[in-house]
Structure formats: structure tokens, C-alpha cells
């Protein structure tokens, strides 16, 4: 006859060694983390490790989701950007520089311009005719005189 | 054979002081009557290993939360229940653990020696014993396994005395009908 504690644990002796690896694990590891221990991490013991090599291993490799992440959206943002940037304003950038007879027809269109603006302004430059009212005795005399 | 008694002997106070070797003594006397309690509730060697390995990081980390030196096993069982408990919500069957059934009126603990099972019953008792619902698996093992005290499961399992008074008194006695029905 046999306990309940006697069946459960016969069961699961087999699994003694790698429960035995799991302790001998934790105890280094977080023995190693609180510095209770001197540990030297492998790579820094090669001490062949350049500087983008280290930068590498250290700061792009064990975050290398969020680093392609923040790439992706870097990337992202720079699209539609440029989606939605004003065609004109980049067509603008393509025309070349003007030549001789086109600044001459700009100059001889800004001349038109100027000619009738002149007109205009002498147009409107003319004084006002105000409307001054006489008295009605003045109007009868030149009645009577013409 | 593993000796339950011998609880107030273990080096607490040295693992507190943040010896390894107390740690190590600690780890080997719990790592299996841990991973045989986790392994009968969840089923998985992997998962089992897991949460073992879990449980002992996190019982080096949080060591200053332990009240009472002689209660390191039961809090051990606590943490270890946690992470079980944990991934079962990830997995979202928590609603396993709902289950309850009526209190018992009083009934003096027994001892997990008192059901004896012979050789020919040992995979039928296995078997119903994996049939049991899960509140009641749990409540059962840590009394087989470690012959916690009522308190110290209500503390581990985080459900009153009262409710694992009865889940005990149901699962001890689907357990007895098996075995008498099979004599």
C-alpha cells in the first residue's frame, strides 16, 4: 500500500535532473545580477569586440524589434510626407532658368502694364467734380440772361 | 523519502542574509514537491518547469516579503500557485476556478496518509484524481504533498478556510467512493 505522496512523487522522479539544472541556474543567475558574484559576460572576455561591434551586440541586437519598429515608422512618416507634398511647388523646382527672349517679353509686358497702369492713374488721378448746390435767384438771373 | 517535518530547519534566515548555498538547500528541498504540484494541475513538463523556474526567481527577488521564516514552504506553494494562476488567465480559463460548492460543517483535518491505494489502483487514482475540478486538485495536492495545514492552503490558494475545509471534504471522499468501489 502505497500513500498518495509515495504515487505522486514516484511519478515525477525522473524529472530530478533537470529540476537539479533549473536550481543551479537561478542561484548563479540572480547571484550573478545582484553582484554578489564576479561575473564577465563571454563576449567582453574575447575582448576582440570593436566598438560597432559592442554597439551592435549591446544596444541594436537585443532591442532589434523596437529598432525595426521605429525604422518602419520613420519610414512611414517619411512616405506620406512626401505623398502629400503640392505637385506645382515640386514642378516649380524643375523649371530651368529663363531665356534672354523671355526676359525680354517680361520686360516688355511689364512695360504694357506699367503704360496702362499710368493711364489709370491719371484717370483717377483727375479731382473729383463736387456737386455744389446755387442758390435758386443765381439760376433765375442766368435764365433771364441767356 | 522526503521528510516534511523538517520545515523549521531550513536555512531561511541565511537565504534572507543573501547566501547561495541557503538558497541552494532551499531550491533542493522544494523543487520537486513543487514541480509534482504544479505538473498535476496544469499537465505540461514544459509549463511545469517554467513556472518552477519562475517561482525560485521570484522567491530570490521578493524574499523580504516573507513574514515568518517557518511559513518559506507555504509561501514557496503561494508563489507558485500565483504564476499557475497567471498563465491560466493568459490562457482564459480562468472561469475553471470559479467553481465552488457548498461548506461543510467541521470536519477534522486528516491525514494525507489516510488514504492508502494499492499497487493495481495507482493509475486509477491518477486518473479520478485528474477528473477532480481544478479548486479541489489543487486543495488536495498541497495536502498530499506538503500536508499543509488548512490555514496554510486557504493562504496559499487565497480562498477561506472555510472553502477549502470543503473542497478537501469533497475531493477526499470522490477520491474513497473510487477506491472502495474498485476493492
Redesign the interface.
Known amino acids: 500500500m502505497k500513500t498518495p505522496r509515495d504515487i505522486l512523487f514516484a511519478r515525477h522522479q525522473t524529472i530530478a535532473p533537470k529540476l537539479d539544472t533549473i536550481r543551479h541556474g537561478v542561484v548563479n543567475v540572480e547571484f550573478v545580477r545582484e553582484g554578489r558574484r564576479v561575473a564577465v559576460p563571454k563576449y567582453r572576455v574575447a575582448g576582440t569586440a570593436t566598438l560597432p561591434l559592442l554597439i551592435w551586440r549591446e544596444l541594436i541586437l537585443p532591442c532589434r524589434r523596437i529598432w525595426t519598429g521605429l525604422a518602419a515608422v520613420w519610414i512611414l512618416i517619411f512616405a506620406v510626407n512626401l505623398l502629400q507634398r503640392d505637385p506645382s511647388e515640386f514642378m516649380a523646382r524643375k523649371v530651368s532658368s529663363p531665356t534672354p527672349e523671355m526676359i525680354s517679353a517680361f520686360r516688355q509686358q511689364q512695360r504694357l502694364l506699367a503704360e496702362l497702369i499710368g493711364q489709370n492713374e491719371m484717370r483717377t488721378a483727375e479731382p473729383r467734380k463736387t456737386f455744389l448746390p446755387r442758390p435758386h435767384t443765381e439760376l433765375g438771373d442766368r435764365i433771364l440772361t441767356t | ?2 521528510v516534511v517535518t523538517e520545515r523549521e530547519q531550513l536555512p531561511v534566515q541565511q537565504a534572507r542574509d ?1 547566501k ?1 548555498e541557503a ?2 538547500i532551499l ?2 528541498r522544494y ?3 513543487l ?2 504540484y504544479v ?2 494541475l496544469v499537465h505540461q ?1 514544459q509549463t511545469s ?1 517554467d513556472v ?2 519562475e517561482t ?2 521570484a522567491a ?2 521578493h524574499i523580504g516579503g516573507l513574514r515568518d521564516n517557518t511559513k518559506f514552504g507555504s509561501w514557496l506553494f503561494g508563489i507558485a500557485h500565483q504564476k499557475c494562476i497567471q498563465r491560466w488567465r493568459k490562457q482564459a480559463r480562468e472561469e475553471i476556478l470559479l467553481e465552488e460548492i457548498p461548506d461543510v460543517p467541521g470536519e477534522s483535518e486528516n491525514s ?2 489516510d ?5 493495481e489502483q ?1 493509475a486509477e ?2 486518473q479520478r ?1 485528474n477528473q477532480l475540478p481544478l479548486p479541489q486538485r489543487s486543495v ?2 498541497l495536502h ?2 506538503e500536508d499543509f495545514s488548512i490555514e496554510e492552503i486557504a493562504t496559499i490558494t487565497g480562498a477561506n478556510p472555510g472553502t477549502v475545509k470543503s473542497r478537501m471534504h469533497y475531493a477526499k471522499r470522490t477520491l474513497k467512493k473510487m477506491l472502495e468501489e474498485k476493492k
Open positions: 523519502m522526503l543573501g547561495p538558497w541552494n531550491f533542493q523543487q520537486l514537491p514541480y509534482v505538473f498535476e513538463e518547469l518552477v523556474q525560485f526567481i530570490v527577488r494525507p496518509d488514504l492508502l491505494i494499492r499497487q495507482e487514482f491518477m484524481l488536495l495536492l498530499f504533498v
